[in-house]
């Protein structure tokens, strides 16, 4: 089983940025595929960002390519979301999630329990 424990949420005004981290415990991550999803109120979850496991391809939605950047150390067993000219609507749940396969757009076998981004207009 792995753990992810997620950190860095918060409040920021349009325009800030955030960088969000997960910690994960129970396994080593080094060959999982990792990545975030995020679900904001009322609306479906929906898939951010993914990198590999050796962080040589990182994957974004459109709605955050060039703003988002997902990294990973996996030495530290942590995989990062740097967030950039946050908007209003980047406003959600952002989870942490990782795969020993592969992350898809619509799932993966591990979850963490989400950290709360709010970006004021």
């Known amino acids: 089983q792995v753990q992810l424990v997620e950190s860095g949420g918060g409040l920021v005004q349009a325009g800030g940025s955030l960088r969000l981290s997960c910690a994960a415990s129970g396994r080593t991550i080094s060959s999982y595929d990792l990545g975030w999803f995020r679900q904001a109120p009322g609306k479906e979850r929906e898939f951010v960002a993914r990198?590999?496991?050796?962080?040589?391809?990182?994957y974004y939605a459109v709605s955050v390519k060039g703003r988002f950047t997902i990294s990973r150390d996996n030495a530290k067993n942590t995989v990062y979301l740097q967030m950039n000219s946050l908007k209003p609507d980047d406003t959600a749940v952002y989870y942490c999630?990782?795969?020993?396969?592969?992350?898809?757009?619509?799932?993966?076998?591990?979850w963490g329990q989400g950290t709360q981004v709010t970006v004021s207009s």
């Open positions: 999630v990782a795969d020993p396969f592969i992350v898809t757009t619509t799932k993966a076998a591990y």
């Open positions: 990198v590999t496991w050796d962080g040589g391809h990182a």
